[in-house]
Nanobody, 124 residues
Framework: QVHLVESGGGLVQAGGSLRLSCAAS????????MGWLRQAPGKEREFVAV????????YYADSVKGRFTISRDNAKNTVYLQMNSLKPEDTAVYYC?????????????????WGQGTQVTVST
């Protein structure tokens, strides 16, 4: 069982930055691929970014590529999402998710554990 807790969301103006954190309870955190997904009001949940267990392989949705950076610190059982140049269309609830595999996935159905989500609102 993995318990995930996100933090770092909030209200920011367009062009600003936020860093999301996700703290995991699992002793075996380093064996999980970790992803960030988001869900905007009235829309389906969508993939944002993923990082493999070792942290040396990442993948991003086209909509955030070049603006967002996913990273992890296995010694701290934490995964991060640095979000720069934020746009109003980035407004959503952001979820951290863990996959019981060394490799990541863009499909939300591939993730086994989820955090409660953190709200990110980008104003114009």
């Amino acid at each position: 069982q993995v318990h995930l807790v996100e933090s770092g969301g909030g209200l920011v103006q367009a062009g600003g930055s936020l860093r999301l954190s996700c703290a995991a309870s699992a002793r075996t955190f380093s064996t999980y691929a970790m992803g960030w997904l988001r869900q905007a009001p009235g829309k389906e949940r969508e993939f944002v970014a993923v990082i493999n267990w070792r942290g040396d392989n990442t993948y991003y949705a086209d909509s955030v590529k070049g603006r967002f950076t996913i990273s992890r610190d296995n010694a701290k059982n934490t995964v991060y999402l640095q979000m720069n140049s934020l746009k109003p269309e980035d407004t959503a609830v952001y979820y951290c998710a863990a996959r019981s595999s060394s490799a990541g996935s863009t499909s939300d159905r591939s993730y086994d554990y989820w955090g409660q989500g953190t709200q990110v609102t980008v104003s114009t």
